[in-house]
C-alpha cells in the first residue's frame, strides 16, 4: 500500500492560517484526501483530490480549506484559513475519499498536529 508523511501542523490561534504538506510515496496516486482526527472523535473526512483536480470537501471547511496537488513533486497540499478551535485535530493524508473506502487500509501515518487555541 502507498504510504504517505505528513508535516506543516502546529500551534496557531483562531483566525490564523497553515498550510500542511503531504508526501506520497509513489507517483501518480489516483485519489489522496486529507482526513482528521479529534480528542474523543472518531477519523473524519476533511477534504479530497483526484488526478483530475476534481475536489470534495467536509460542510464544516468549505470556504476556509483548498486541496491542491502538484503530482511532479508527488505532494498534496491542504491549505487552511479563518481557523477555528474546532479544527483541533491531528491531521493525516490517505488513499481514498472517504472513511469507508479506506476500511481495510493498514498504513496511516503518525499525521500532523493541529492546535488551534488562544
Known amino acids: 500500500q502507498v504510504h504517505f508523511e505528513e508535516s506543516g501542523g502546529g500551534l496557531v490561534q483562531p483566525g490564523g492560517s497553515l498550510r500542511l504538506s503531504c508526501t506520497a510515496s509513489?507517483?501518480?496516486?489516483?485519489?489522496i484526501g486529507w482526513f482528521r482526527r479529534a480528542p474523543g472523535k472518531g477519523r473524519e473526512a476533511v477534504s479530497c483530490?483526484?488526478?483530475?483536480?476534481?475536489?470534495t470537501y467536509a460542510d464544516s471547511v468549505k470556504g476556509r480549506f483548498t486541496i491542491s496537488r502538484d503530482n511532479v513533486k508527488n505532494m498534496v497540499y491542504l491549505q487552511m484559513s479563518s481557523l477555528k478551535p474546532e479544527d483541533t485535530a491531528i491531521y493525516y493524508c490517505?488513499?481514498?475519499?472517504?472513511?469507508?473506502?479506506?476500511?481495510?487500509?493498514?498504513?496511516w501515518g503518525q499525521g500532523t498536529a493541529v492546535n488551534v487555541s488562544s
Open positions: 490517505a488513499p481514498g475519499c472517504t472513511v469507508a473506502s479506506l476500511v481495510g487500509y493498514d498504513s
Open positions: 509513489i507517483l501518480n496516486v489516483h485519489i
Open positions: 483530490i483526484n488526478s483530475g483536480g476534481s475536489t
